[in-house]
Each structure stands twice: as structure tokens, then as C-alpha cells.
């Protein structure tokens, strides 16, 4: 199993990036997938579910980032993405992809006018 997240970087409060999380090594369409985020300003440090969606694309959001973000899917791909628009500097945190007890390396968002 695979999991390499892409699309972090450095933006603007008010800006927007797209995540991207290309799988490999299991049958990606069949599972309920989610971003998952960790920030040292987070109590704990611990993680924080973002987004989740579904095999059949029914999804699910944090209350921080509802109106904000989009998860969505592309299983001819084996890809998950995650749109967000109007970050916050609150948002800033390596976004993980993550299906059962598979991870990726993590993607650097930081947003710091």
C-alpha cells in the first residue's frame, strides 16, 4: 500500500490550494478514504480528521472547514483530492492521507500572510 500526498505550500490567509493523494497497492475504490491534518497547535499535537468520502462519494467534513474545503474522488485514477479555498492560519498542519491504518508522508500547508 501507497499513499503520496501532494499539492502543500506556503499561501495567503484568503487563498487556495488543491491536495492531491495518489494511491497505489489496494482495491481504491472500494474504501471510505479521509485527509487527516496534525498541527503542534493542536492539543496534543494530535490528529485531526479533516474530510472523508465514501466509495460511492458521500462525504464528510470537520466544522473548522465546512463551505471551505472539498474532498472529492477519482477512482479511474486512484487519486483523492482536497480542495481549500479561503484558508485560515489556523489551517496550517501537515495533511495526511489516510484509509484504515495506511498513511502518507504528509504535505506541508502553511498559511502566513
Known amino acids: 500500500v501507497q499513499l503520496v500526498e501532494s499539492g502543500g505550500g506556503l499561501v495567503q490567509p484568503g487563498g487556495s490550494l488543491r491536495l492531491s493523494c495518489a494511491a497505489s497497492g489496494f482495491a481504491f475504490s472500494s474504501y471510505y478514504l479521509r485527509w487527516v491534518r496534525q498541527s503542534p497547535g493542536n492539543p496534543g499535537n494530535r490528529r485531526e480528521m479533516?474530510?472523508?468520502?465514501?466509495?460511492?462519494?458521500?462525504?464528510d467534513y470537520a466544522d473548522s472547514v465546512k463551505g471551505r474545503f472539498t474532498v472529492s474522488r477519482d477512482n479511474a485514477k486512484n487519486t483523492m483530492y482536497l480542495q481549500m479555498n479561503n484558508l485560515k492560519p489556523e489551517d496550517t498542519a501537515v495533511y495526511y492521507c489516510?484509509?484504515?491504518?495506511?498513511w502518507g508522508q504528509g504535505t506541508q500547508v502553511t498559511v502566513s500572510s
Open positions: 489516510n484509509f484504515l491504518n495506511n
Open positions: 479533516v474530510a472523508g468520502i465514501s466509495s460511492v462519494g458521500s462525504t
